[in-house]
T-cell receptor, first 109, second 117 residues
């Protein structure tokens, strides 16, 4: 079967760094997406990894290890506006996104 | 990126009635998707709607309950038929614009929040 596992909720302090982990099992693999979703809003694209390693994009970085079925999203210099849910979504052999339940990130001053 | 609008943004409906949700895109796209998201839950794909062909439904979703139209490359509708309280959810359409990048990320509409009484 296909399965995505990420923490339900995390809390971090403004200005700090937080790492959101995601482990996955899919039928085939064609890359992994991270999306951000603010409460009551639509998901927006953050990053995509298809090869092993770290992809850096400003304050956000995403890492992938295909052999371990593991990814993480790293958020630096946290801001209050980063309070949102972060969705991990690997793609299967048919390029279909398999969505995790998301990690709700709470940023405290 | 693609700009997507949905109508209605929210609605409260009575059990047994039907609601049609519209999705409009500002550019021509082949791939369009309809999702459902329960509060605090992950996105669940209902169906993929490609212009010129019948929609492809995921396991657990059937055309009689969720008929979809895709008359052209910029528009689609999803109907939630014979609604029950279990259909209360947020319904999202998304598109995969061609040639945007090498990995074809999806862009989402703002969603339709449906409450069935």
């Amino acid at each position: 079967g296909q399965n995505i596992d990420q923490p339900t909720e995390m809390t971090a302090t403004e200005g700090a760094i937080v790492q959101i982990n995601c482990t996955y099992q899919t039928s085939g693999f064609n890359g992994l997406f991270w999306y951000q979703q603010h409460a009551g809003e639509a998901p927006t694209f953050l990053s995509y990894n298809v090869l092993d390693g770290l992809e850096e994009k400003g304050r956000f970085s995403s890492f992938l290890s295909r052999s371990k079925g593991y990814s993480y999203l790293l958020l630096k210099e946290l801001q209050m506006k980063d309070s949102a849910s972060y969705l991990c979504a690997p793609t299967d052999s048919n390029y279909q996104l398999i969505w995790g339940a998301g990690t709700k990130l709470i940023i405290k001053p | 990126s693609a700009v997507i609008s949905q109508k209605p943004s929210r609605d409260i409906c009575q059990r047994g009635t039907s609601l049609t949700i519209q999705c409009q895109v500002d550019s021509q796209v082949t791939m369009m998707f309809w999702y459902r998201q329960q509060p605090g839950q992950s996105l669940t794909l209902i169906a993929t709607a490609n212009q010129g062909s019948e929609a492809t439904y995921e396991s657990g979703f059937v055309i009689d309950k969720f008929p979809i139209s895709r008359p052209n490359l910029t528009f689609s509708t999803l109907t939630v038929s014979n609604m029950s309280p279990e259909d209360s959810s947020i319904y999202l359409c998304s598109v995969e614009p061609p040639n945007m990048s090498s990995y074809n990320e999806q862009f989402f509409g703002p969603g339709t929040r449906l409450t069935v009484l």
